[in-house]
């Protein structure tokens, strides 16, 4: 050794004894030290360690990883090393070391809860819930008082749709921490998902009373809950808070699909999608994927989503799927969600070439199993929806990706190329309102399935309807129906005598308050009828026994409007500047009934109450659907396949001549 180098690290040595948090003299040993490349004490791989730590806190992880990593030479075995190492790779953003670091300090630390703890939140950000559950299990059986574990615990729970679990998890950690504002945000949401609506109300409203770094998220959640259950009294106040917040890009966490609800406009849309999307992906890695592409005859396409079961998107898609022409494409169903064992599920496997399970798969082993699989072009089903993974195509695991059916607006997203829509709903000249390049499909961006069930006609008696009388119908959602429409409706009952609005149930209280509502604007109790829910056959029927469906807005009828119109009954609708508001008319012109699409609320007042007051004509726009419904391009399942195989096929070619994404419309066949 040399001497000089040895004098340095004694004098180093002697100084620290009486100095021991010398920031100066740490750096003077360690740089000594490492000339020599040999290795100091146990207790001076702790200081370096703690000297890390240190730095990590004064905003220098990078600084600080050396000494984490130079301390752990020294003393593998030591387990605040591992520790101290984690919190630093975390703060760099490499969330899969920062895991395996808390991991190895849980191993050596059996007492210590955060470090198991720490762990489950990072597995839990990757999307490897199973292991973040048994990581944060493991910390609250070393301390069942850690409440960061409860919050977390309840979190992973949520994320796998286990809402009622998740519920007991965020109580947990109220019990220990009363105030805590995002306890309460995520009980309450934990209880909307578990179907208890009303339950959720009273933790959203106390998280926002508390706040938050971002009340966003909350106020959106009850801005939403409250139009659930059809609760006005104050929701006009705070839909203004929220389009407010949006608009002064106060909030992250505001959830686009909420914000489509206050017809806020594409421009707040997109800015609304743009920063959820980023908030929403923060932690997920820069795409890696090198995407090469073997020869072959056909495109590979994969469609995600977690709806592959008895949903609304399911039922519109699954004769698509078994119409795909396989000499150009085969095609993948990539799934994250429940089996239900139903007939939809089992029909949608078949459907497939290839079905995949995504459901327990983290977010990068999912995308690494579509890349490995050698999709040419992912078509993502969900969009900003309820139970959204858009953690899995923002890695990019295809060369092409594109948003379709699932969500009626912009993901706001890098990550996906296209939009697929029509004419109606996506026109290009709102090119601006979405990230995305537009695709136009020729007729309409919608499928449908000629092979869904009409059930037997039931009788009015049967349906809660009265024996004569007009019978105006809206089985839209509740939380469509907004104060300004409900009024509508109620003139619309005082004009026609005799007639009934009939909605479709909801949570408990939503017929009760809508009845309150009637009653306020004058309107009989009982001239509002509730149909329960039934089987898809069953529903269907029930539309033949309606006069006129009316549409909701600024969120309109979507499958709705097709099962409407599948079965007989006319729809009217109000088109606005949204994707969302202008689904109903993109329908209408599809099955040759475009004059229904009116073009304010004052044209669908008019209209409603003259098709109520001239049986004849209303007839005859039902006899027209009658007769023009199996030729009518909307329920042309082949021609709409073969046009999104073309759309497909043109997204490819600009692909593969090394071109930018660009918006275009597919042609006729």
Known sequence: MPTDLQAR?????????ASPSDGGLLEALFAALDALDEPGTPEEAVARSNH??????QGKPAEALAHHRRALAWLPGFGGVHFNLGLTLQALGRLDEAADAYGAAARLMPSFAAAPCNQGVLLRALGRLDAAEAALRDALARDGTLMPAWLNLGAVLQAAGRSELAAAGFRNALALRPDLAEAHANLGIALKEAGRIAESVPGLERALALGLPDVGGVLAQLVQQQRHLCRWDGLAERSARLVAMVRDGATQQAHPWILLGEGAGPALERACAERYSAWRTRAVPAPGFRHGRGARDRLRVGYLSSDFQEHATAALLAELIERHDRRRVEVIGYSYGPDDGGPMRRRLVAAFDRFVDLS???????????HDDGVDILVDLKGHTQGARIE?????????????LGYPGT???????????DPVVTPFDRQADFSERIVQLPSCYQPNDRRRLIGATPTRAACGLPERGFVFCCFNAPYKITPVLFDLWCRLLTAVPESVLWLL??????????????VRRGVAAERLVV??????ADHLARYRLADLFLDTTPVGAHTTASDALWAGLPVLTVPGDGFASRVGASLLRAVGLPELAVPDLDAYEAAALRLARRPDELAGLKARLSSGRDRAPLFATDRMARALERAYETMWAIHAAGEAPRSFTVPED
Not at 361 to 370: L, S
Not at 411 to 421: K, L, R, T
Not at 505 to 518: F, H, K, T
């Open 52 to 57: 890390g730590e240190a730095l990590r806190r």
């Open 360 to 370: 327990a798969v983290p977010h990068a082993e999912a995308a690494a199993r579509i």
């Open 392 to 404: 899995i195509p923002a890695q990019r695991p295809a060369p092409v990706q594109a948003q379709w």
């Open 411 to 421: 993901m706001g997203a890098p990550w996906f190329d296209y939009v697929i829509g």
């Open 531 to 536: 149909a329960p829910r039934r089987p898809p």
């Open 9 to 17: 690290i004694d004098e180093a040595r002697r100084m620290l004894a």
């Open 505 to 518: 149930d909801g949570a408990p209280e939503v017929a009760g308050n809508l009845r309150r509502e009637a």
